[in-house]
């Protein structure tokens, strides 16, 4: 069963404005990931950010996390045609020895030139 | 350092027949993931590896789905027999170690499509 929701499920801005994911999920987190994923291709891990956290940023990636709401934002800023992709959302929850990410359903991020 | 190698890329088969997936993960990387993926949805785990010993296939339907992993390196994922519902993209995935907050590093996929 899919443990994220994104949304919006898909979005498309024009190049040099901001771009704005959200996901939710439903049971108790070690940590939460965001990966993007090129069309026909496989995925690739962007930025991780653990439950006591509740901001993060890699370059032009800002991760938030609010474990009251259950619920992460991922924000690209000043976006570029080469961030068109599909986002994923991803979490970290089980015991020990079952710690396997699952994957939300994903943002299809458009981005116009 | 070389990715997670998977073959073949793509695959059209009928349905009722048989298919083999083969991954071969980043070296040093002690588990492998298999996650199935249909057009337009996120992963979904079929089967974790940590070593050759298996962790989770608790999504994996058992009664046509079978994966290995000799000596702890190597994984293969078969289908037997394959419906239409299998079409999907079969990603294979390894991380070092299992625990909390590592990075998975998936492959570029294998596309089944069942006619």
């Known amino acids: 069963s899919q443990q994220g929701e994104e949304d919006p499920q898909a979005l498309s801005i024009q190049e040099g404005e901001n771009a704005t994911m959200n996901c939710s999920y439903k049971t108790s987190i070690n940590n939460l990931q965001w990966y993007r994923q090129n069309s026909g291709r496989g995925l690739v891990h962007l930025i991780l950010i653990r439950s006591n956290e509740r901001e993060k940023h890699s370059g032009r990636l800002r991760v938030t996390l609010d474990t009251s709401k259950k619920s992460s934002s991922l924000l690209i800023t000043a976006s570029r045609a080469a961030d068109t992709a599909s986002y994923f959302c991803?979490?970290?929850?089980?015991?020990?020895?079952?710690?396997?990410?699952?994957f939300g359903s994903g943002t299809r991020l458009q981005v116009q030139p | 350092e070389a990715g997670v190698a998977q073959s073949p890329r793509y695959k059209i088969i009928e349905k009722r027949q048989s298919v083999a997936f083969w991954c071969n993960p980043i070296?040093?990387?002690?588990?492998l993931y298999w996650y199935q993926q249909i057009l337009g949805q996120g992963p979904k785990l079929l089967i974790q590896?940590?070593?050759?010993?298996?962790?989770?296939d608790s999504q994996l339907p058992k009664d046509r789905f079978s994966a290995e992993r000799l000596k702890g390196v190597d994984s293969t994922l078969k289908i037997q027999p394959a419906k239409l519902e299998d079409s999907a993209v079969y990603l294979c995935?390894?991380?070092?170690?299992?625990?909390?907050?590592?990075?998975?590093?998936f492959g570029e996929g294998s596309w089944l499509t069942v006619v």
């Open positions: 991803a979490t970290d929850g089980g015991r020990l020895g079952r710690r396997a990410l699952t």
């Open positions: 590896f940590q070593n050759n010993g298996v962790v989770d």
């Open positions: 070296s040093g990387h002690a588990t």
């Open positions: 995935a390894s991380s070092q170690e299992v625990r909390s907050g590592n990075t998975i590093y």
